[in-house]
């Protein structure tokens, strides 16, 4: 895994209400999905910019093979070629190695979360037109210790052939690339975790999802199930209810203490208090 230098402490990852939805925060799972739906035509598919070597790090690289235990016929054939060959050749292995890892890559299984937890664009493509709810989930727990931060570049990635023929790392730095968008979706402030295969469910303890942040335009019906979901099973889950700030284009947050419908009016009718709403 890449180094992370700032590593968040919390991640979100906004959610439409949806019976697909509920079925993950009723099972308490994060499913990982094929990069090939992604929204992003180039999102774990962009072809990098390969650098062609110079005549020193061709000669470089050369000595490098020589000096590996190839056999007899593999070392001649390092040696016969000439430089320019040399180059020709060790640009085409670069491709193939880049077509390999986006091959591998694909068949991998990806769960995308944000910084941020208010961000309009977000709210509006991925939490239901803010219909929706957002998770907030410790990265200290599994499977957070295999995230990656997206980087956002207004140009294609380049990669040299010496990083992808000589470094023992090489797939680390083919993992970056494919873990690079465009600046035009840098709003997201996205990380992604990892998984060997796509289409799998990760069952997480309880303990790792800490909030949930339900969006402004959001039903009180869907508010009152998923506070009951979660009120039966996560006793460590905080509820926030989402509003337009007055001030700023952005969504703001109030925690609020969810009482189920019956017991409200259970206590009502007991102490003859006057009425309370279930969520208070």
């Known amino acids: 895994?890449?180094?992370?230098?700032s590593r968040p402490k919390r991640?979100?990852?906004?959610?439409?209400?949806?019976?697909?939805?509920?079925q993950n925060l009723k099972a308490q799972v994060i499913f990982f999905g094929s990069p090939k739906n992604f929204n992003d035509p180039y999102d774990c598919?962009?072809?990098?910019?390969?650098?062609?070597?110079s005549d020193a790090e061709v000669e470089s690289i050369r000595t490098s093979f020589l000096n590996q235990p190839f056999s007899k016929k593999a070392i001649i054939e390092f040696r016969r070629p000439s430089t320019q060959d040399l180059r020709g050749m060790f640009l085409r292995s670069s491709k193939l190695v880049v077509k390999d890892a986006q091959e591998r890559f694909a068949a991998r299984g990806i769960s995308c979360f944000s910084e941020v937890n208010d961000e309009l664009l977000?709210?509006?493509?991925?939490?239901?037109?803010?219909?929706?709810?957002?998770?907030?989930?410790?990265?200290?727990?599994?499977p957070f210790e295999k995230m990656r931060k997206v980087n956002y570049s207004k140009k294609m990635p380049r990669i040299d052939v010496a990083t992808l023929l000589m470094k023992d790392d090489f797939f680390e730095h083919v993992m970056d690339l494919f873990s690079t968008k465009s600046t035009s979706w840098a709003y997201e402030r996205e990380w992604r975790v990892l998984h060997a295969k796509a289409g799998t469910s990760y069952h997480y303890p309880a303990e790792c999802l800490t909030g949930i942040y339900f969006g402004p335009e959001i039903s009180s019906e869907a508010l009152e199930i998923i506070c009951l979901v979660l009120q039966g099973q996560n006793p460590y889950v905080r509820f926030w209810k989402g509003f337009r700030s007055p001030t700023e284009?952005?969504?703001?947050?109030?925690?609020?203490?969810?009482?189920?419908?019956?017991?409200?009016?259970?206590?009502?009718?007991?102490s003859?208090?006057?009425?309370?709403?279930?969520?208070?």
């Open 1 to 5: 895994m890449s180094k992370v230098t």
């Open 11 to 22: 991640l979100y990852k906004y959610e439409a209400f949806s019976e697909r939805s509920l």
């Open 45 to 53: 598919a962009l072809t990098p910019v390969i650098t062609p070597p």
């Open 122 to 142: 977000m709210w509006s493509h991925y939490g239901g037109k803010y219909k929706g709810f957002c998770l907030e989930f410790d990265t200290s727990h599994q």
């Open 249 to 270: 284009f952005k969504v703001e947050f109030e925690e609020f203490a969810y009482t189920p419908f019956l017991k409200a009016n259970s206590g009502m009718v007991n």
């Open 272 to 280: 003859k208090a006057s009425p309370t709403t279930a969520a208070q």
